[in-house]
């Protein structure tokens, strides 16, 4: 698959996702979290298949509404940590 036709695809599922889960819950004031947003994007499509960030940024604020996180946590493990949870 092209780089851009798999940023456009992962762009419009994020938009759907914001719309029909995101939006309503925030709406009713709930807490929402989301195992991967924008900063996935960033990492996959941008330094993984060479997009342009400036390019990311638009492409999620529009798919998103410009809906972004108030904080991003990134859990760093070792491998074998890692590993040793998924096995059981």
Do not use: W
């Amino acid at each position: 698959m092209a780089p851009e036709c798999e940023l456009l695809l992962y762009g419009a599922a994020r938009g759907q996702h914001v719309r029909e889960k995101i939006d309503p819950a925030l709406k009713k004031g709930s807490i929402v979290l989301c195992d991967r947003f924008e900063l996935a994007t960033f990492a996959y499509q941008g330094f993984g298949r060479s997009i342009p960030l400036e390019l990311l940024k638009r492409v999620n604020a529009v798919a998103t509404g410009g809906c972004t996180p108030d904080c991003t946590f990134i859990f760093d493990i070792p491998i074998a940590t890692a590993f040793k949870r998924l096995s059981r």
